[in-house]
């Protein structure tokens, strides 16, 4: 009578046999592959928390470390929390896999929404990456029953074939995350798709193999459930692009005149009036209205001297090419960049053409589409200058291209004589992180000459002019061609570093200890 009545009273799982459709080697054979499934999606929105917090703040390793650990701990808060939930295992189990696959399926969604409009995205990803983990841990215990009810055999076997299934579907699961998800369907997509096929896959088979255990008006439920479920997701995926347009703008100053996804950043060009700015992952990267200022301090005082072979790391956008190819007798310019797709964009798009003066077209320029840093690992070739125009350090895979092993391999691609230029940042707003690309520089065997200069849009910048066994001279070549900014009473001023931007006590940056800035913050973090 209890128990009727508990059936009656709460939709669930009858208190009875199970009643399968199908025999039951076929019937572990479809909960194994729903724990596969499902383990593939729950890494995939792991992945997906760590590349958007990568994406908007930098910084990977302190996005990881979040992510993981507060779902690990969810995972255990969940696993103890579904204990209660074991009575009724195939009704909860749906139940956890439709609230599973809607959170992870929205997530990128709701922690855009977070960054773009509310300037709440850490503690959004606490909240989501929490909620995610506590489902995640509630499958097991859960699925551990659904076997047994199938059939009876030890614990230790059951968990065997569980977890068996799990770690393939995790290894699936990241695997398709890099290489299939994100060039097809990009990041918000790609949650979306994936929260579809974990709600078809988690609660689709409850309803049909275990559905005889069911009450009707638990079938109901769920099958209402994963109507609205796949309802929801399918309606985001629809209008994911035009909510990514606008929560895009949102994040801008100005319109978006062009926005694209490359395979390693999000690019945005936007315009008002006379200036457009190039963002790279939200980071800008120029204005057209100051950026000779820039590019004029960072190219001319290293082409004081033998300057036929010049190279170029980063610096796709052209701006530095225009600057050297203003030389005549520069005989050959190499450009290293890692994304084709900026340098494409750089040669077409007429405004950062026009404002390259279409640098690329020059004969004497070639591109090279590759990881600088390895690039140089390979290259025998010397230079007499080098020009590294990189990101800023603000993150573990860009902190590399600061690293005393990068400046090394630059050295040996240096002629006799060679001078290479570092953009180091800005000595007043990160000064430690500045002075530490010189401590670099000089552990690599360079001597320095530091100098900063002021560009609007960016404030104060710096930069290092660094020489094998001298301490090179700042001054421009009698050749340089005509420049809007730079001069040499421009070039005594640089050298003069006020107060708050003197030298401080900085480590140089390694592979294995990186230096880095959070210029969301102003904090210096070390490794």
Same mark, same amino acid.
């Given at each position: 009578?209890?128990?009727?009545?508990?059936?009656? #009273?709460?939709? =669930? /799982?009858?208190?009875?046999?199970?009643?399968?459709?199908?025999?039951?080697?076929?019937?572990?054979?479809?909960?194994?592959?729903?724990?596969?499934?499902? *383990?593939?999606?729950?890494?995939?929105?792991?992945?997906? %928390?760590?590349?958007?917090?990568?994406?908007?703040?930098?910084?990977?390793?302190?996005?990881?470390?979040?992510? %993981?650990?507060?779902?690990? $701990?969810?995972?255990?808060?969940?696993?103890?929390?579904?204990?209660?939930?074991?009575?009724?295992?195939?009704?909860?189990?749906?139940?956890?896999?439709?609230?599973?696959?809607?959170?992870?399926?929205?997530?990128?969604?709701?922690?855009? #929404?977070?960054?773009? +409009?509310?300037?709440?995205?850490?503690?959004?990803?606490?909240?989501?990456?929490?909620?995610?983990?506590?489902?995640?841990?509630?499958?097991?215990?859960?699925?551990?029953?659904?076997?047994?009810?199938?059939?009876?055999?030890?614990?230790?076997? *059951?968990?065997?074939?569980?977890?068996?299934?799990?770690?393939? =579907?995790?290894?699936?699961?990241?695997?398709?995350?890099?290489?299939?998800?994100?060039?097809?369907?990009?990041?918000?997509?790609?949650? %979306?798709?994936?929260?579809?096929?974990?709600?078809?896959?988690?609660?689709?088979?409850?309803? +049909?193999?275990?559905?005889?255990?069911?009450?009707?008006?638990?079938?109901?439920?769920?099958?209402?459930?994963?109507?609205?479920?796949?309802?929801?997701? *399918?309606?985001? &995926?629809?209008?994911?692009?035009?909510?990514?347009?606008?929560?895009?703008?949102?994040?801008?100053?100005?319109?978006?005149?062009?926005?694209? @996804?490359?395979?390693?950043?999000?690019?945005?060009?936007?315009?008002?009036?006379? /200036?457009?700015?190039?963002?790279?992952?939200?980071?800008?990267? &120029?204005?057209?209205?100051?950026?000779?200022?820039?590019?004029?301090?960072?190219?001319?005082?290293?082409?004081?001297?033998?300057?036929?072979?010049?190279?170029?790391?980063?610096?796709?956008?052209?701006?530095?090419?225009?600057?050297?190819?203003?030389?005549? !007798?520069?005989?050959?310019?190499?450009?290293?960049?890692? /994304?084709?797709?900026?340098?494409?964009?750089?040669?077409?798009?007429?405004?950062?053409?026009?404002?390259?003066?279409?640098?690329?077209? /020059?004969?004497?320029?070639?591109?090279?589409? #590759?990881?600088?840093?390895?690039?140089?690992?390979?290259? @025998?070739?010397?230079?007499?200058?080098?020009?590294? !125009?990189?990101?800023?350090?603000?993150?573990?895979?860009?902190?590399?291209?600061?690293?005393?092993?990068?400046?090394?391999?630059?050295?040996?691609?240096?002629?006799?004589?060679?001078?290479?230029?570092?953009?180091?940042?800005?000595?007043? &707003?990160?000064?430690?992180?500045? +002075?530490?690309?010189?401590?670099?520089?000089?552990?690599?065997? &360079?001597?320095?000459?530091?100098?900063?200069?002021?560009?609007?849009?960016? =404030?104060?910048?710096?930069? $290092?002019?660094?020489?094998?066994? #001298?301490?090179?001279?700042?001054?421009?070549?009698?050749?340089?061609?005509?420049?809007?900014?730079? !001069?040499?009473?421009?070039?005594?001023?640089?050298?003069?570093?006020?107060?708050?931007?003197?030298?401080?006590?900085?480590?140089?940056?390694?592979?294995?200890?990186?230096?880095?800035?959070?210029?969301?913050?102003?904090? +210096?973090?070390?490794?």
């Amino acid at each position: 009578m209890a128990d009727t009545l508990s059936t009656a #009273t709460a939709p =669930g /799982d009858r208190d009875e046999p199970e009643r399968l459709p199908v025999r039951p080697r076929l019937a572990r054979f479809l909960v194994l592959f729903a724990v596969f499934v499902c *383990a593939a999606c729950g890494l995939v929105y792991e992945l997906a %928390l760590v590349a958007l917090g990568s994406y908007l703040l930098g910084n990977t390793i302190v996005q990881a470390s979040v992510v %993981l650990s507060v779902m690990v $701990f969810a995972m255990g808060v969940g696993s103890l929390a579904s204990k209660r939930l074991t009575r009724r295992p195939a009704f909860y189990f749906a139940v956890v896999e439709g609230l599973l696959s809607l959170l992870g399926g929205l997530s990128v969604l709701l922690l855009y #929404t977070a960054f773009a +409009w509310f300037s709440l995205y850490q503690p959004a990803l606490v909240v989501i990456a929490f909620l995610l983990g506590a489902l995640i841990g509630a499958e097991i215990p859960l699925l551990m029953t659904l076997i047994q009810r199938i059939r009876s055999q030890e614990a230790a076997s *059951a968990a065997a074939d569980l977890f068996a299934a799990d770690y393939v =579907g995790g290894l699936i699961g990241g695997l398709a995350f890099p290489f299939l998800l994100l060039p097809v369907f990009g990041l918000p997509q790609g949650a %979306l798709a994936v929260g579809i096929l974990n709600a078809v896959t988690g609660m689709a088979v409850v309803l +049909w193999l275990f559905r005889r255990g069911l009450a009707r008006k638990a079938q109901a439920l769920l099958a209402g459930g994963l109507a609205v479920v796949l309802l929801v997701l *399918a309606a985001a &995926f629809a209008y994911s692009g035009t909510f990514e347009v606008s929560a895009r703008q949102a994040l801008y100053r100005d319109p978006i005149i062009h926005a694209q @996804r490359s395979d390693y950043q999000e690019i945005v060009l936007t315009r008002d009036g006379p /200036d457009t700015r190039l963002f790279l992952n939200g980071d800008l990267q &120029f204005s057209s209205l100051d950026e000779y200022r820039y590019h004029e301090a960072l190219v001319h005082p290293a082409m004081r001297g033998e300057h036929d072979d010049v190279l170029i790391l980063g610096g796709g956008d052209g701006l530095a090419v225009r600057e050297i190819v203003g030389y005549e !007798d520069v005989e050959h310019v190499t450009l290293v960049d890692l /994304d084709p797709t900026v340098v494409e964009l750089s040669r077409n798009h007429p405004d950062i053409a026009e404002l390259n003066e279409h640098a690329f077209e /020059d004969e004497r320029v070639d591109v090279i589409p #590759t990881d600088a840093f390895n690039w140089l690992r390979d290259n @025998r070739e010397k230079f007499d200058v080098i020009i590294s !125009d990189m990101p800023d350090p603000d993150n573990v895979a860009t902190a590399k291209l600061y690293s005393v092993e990068f400046y090394t391999l630059a050295k040996r691609a240096l002629a006799e004589g060679g001078r290479l230029v570092v953009q180091g940042g800005s000595p007043y &707003f990160a000064a430690k992180a500045y +002075w530490s690309v010189g401590e670099s520089l000089q552990e690599a065997g &360079f001597e320095t000459t530091p100098y900063n200069v002021d560009v609007p849009s960016f =404030g104060n910048w710096g930069f $290092f002019l660094a020489q094998s066994g #001298t301490s090179p001279k700042l001054a421009l070549p009698a050749d340089h061609p005509v420049t809007r900014f730079l !001069d040499a009473a421009t070039l005594r001023a640089a050298k003069v570093f006020p107060k708050d931007r003197r030298a401080t006590d900085s480590l140089p940056s390694t592979l294995l200890h990186p230096r880095i800035i959070d210029y969301h913050t102003g904090a +210096w973090v070390s490794y």
